[in-house]
Each structure stands twice: as structure tokens, then as C-alpha cells.
């Protein structure tokens, strides 16, 4: 089945440590996106790429990286200098800025 | 700075109950329109959407919205909820080209059996 595949499913992280939060989609779509989920506040997008080695920043970049080798992957790793990174994270991705975003089931990432 | 409302956070119905979940936006110009569902344990997925042509749109599950673009609205109906639409719904609002969706805060449905 097409879709999008993030992993892993829980993320704990130490004080001063990078992770890095996978997502991988074989829809063949061109767009990727990162969102931040937090109760009450909706999504916030953290970064977008449109296609193939470019992306974006989105409303909260700050304390995230991302890269875009392949079309099929979009990693975003959460650096120490994020200061809050206890979240749900959500990957997507679309054909176009037209057409819906679909989404994984997102990784929980919690501090220790 | 451009956004999305969701009037209510927090919406409790019996099941048989006609729904009305509310979504303004500020964007001026062209905009493409969505609904968003999120049920318990699963993840976000589309329930409908508004690009062009008829105002009137109707999605899965019975769902429709109606865009009035003199209002800036775009708001969720069902005349008759069940149990099964106990859910989380976004509204997310793009400009034509823009691939950045701006969100709402979301509206917990709880359906009464």
C-alpha cells in the first residue's frame, strides 16, 4: 500500500542530544512537510521541501534541521538548541500545494 | 499575519444531532480549503476539500462544507452525527500556490451514544 511510513512510533531523548525523526513515502509525491502538534494549538509547520534538495523554513524552524536527498525521505532531526521539543510529530507530503496532504501516524518524542 | 479560527474547541453531541463546526480564515485572493479528520488512534486524513467551482462540497461520511467567500468561511456539517464521528477536525486554509497550510486549532467532537 502507498503511504507514508514515520519511524520510530516513540522517541525519548537526553538533555544536549540531537535525534533524528524518519519519514519515508512511496506515493511518489514531489512535496514533503514537518508539523509540530501540540494540544490545543493545531499543527505548526516546522519545514516543507517542494522537491529534491530545497526546502523551506516553516512558522517554528528554530532548533530543527532537515535534508532532502531523495525524493522518497525527509528526515528532521531536533537539535539540543530546540528548547521545548516534547511534541507529536507529523510528516506529510503532496503532489502540489492544490491537492490534500497525506499523513503518517507521527512519532511522539518525549524528553528523559 | 494570516490565520485560521476554529470557533469551538470542545463540541459534545448526541448521537441523531445535526453538526455545524465553524472555520474562518484571513487570507484575501484565491485560497484552497480543507477539512481534516483525526479519529482515535489513527492518524490525520482528508475529509474534504474546496479548490473551485460549486461552494458546496460534500466529503466522506456524509460530511459537506460550504465556502462563503464574502464571509472568509468555510464551515463543517452533518445533519445526523453518529458515534463513529467522535473525532479531532482541522480546518487548513492555502493560498493557490502557496504550499504552506496555515491550521486551526482543531475541534474535539464527542458524539453521545
Known sequence: ???????????????????????????????????????????????????????????????????????????????????????????????????????????????L | AQSVSQHNHHVILSEAASLELGCNYSYGGTVNLFWYVQYPGQHLQLLLKYFSGDPLVKGIKGFEAEFIKSKFSFNLRKPSVQWSDTAEYFCAVNQDSNYQLIWGAGTKLIIKP
Request: proline share 5%; hydrophobic share 25%; net charge neutral.
Open chain 1, 1 to 111: 500500500d502507498g503511504g507514508i511510513t514515520q519511524s520510530p512510533k516513540y522517541l525519548f531523548r537526553k538533555e544536549g542530544q540531537n535525534v533524528t525523526l524518519s519519514c519515508e513515502q512511496n506515493l511518489n509525491h514531489d512535496a514533503m512537510y514537518w508539523y509540530r502538534q501540540d494540544p490545543g494549538q493545531g499543527l505548526r509547520l516546522i519545514y516543507y521541501s517542494q522537491i529534491v534538495n530545497d526546502f523551506q523554513k516553516g512558522d517554528i524552524a528554530e532548533g530543527y534541521s532537515v535534508s532532502r536527498e531523495k525524493k522518497e525521505s525527509f528526515p528532521l532531526t531536533v537539535t539540543s538548541a530546540q528548547k521545548n521539543p516534547t511534541a507529536f510529530y507529523l510528516c506529510a507530503s503532496s503532489s502540489s500545494s492544490r491537492q490534500p496532504q497525506h499523513f503518517g501516524d507521527g512519532t511522539r518524542l518525549s524528553i
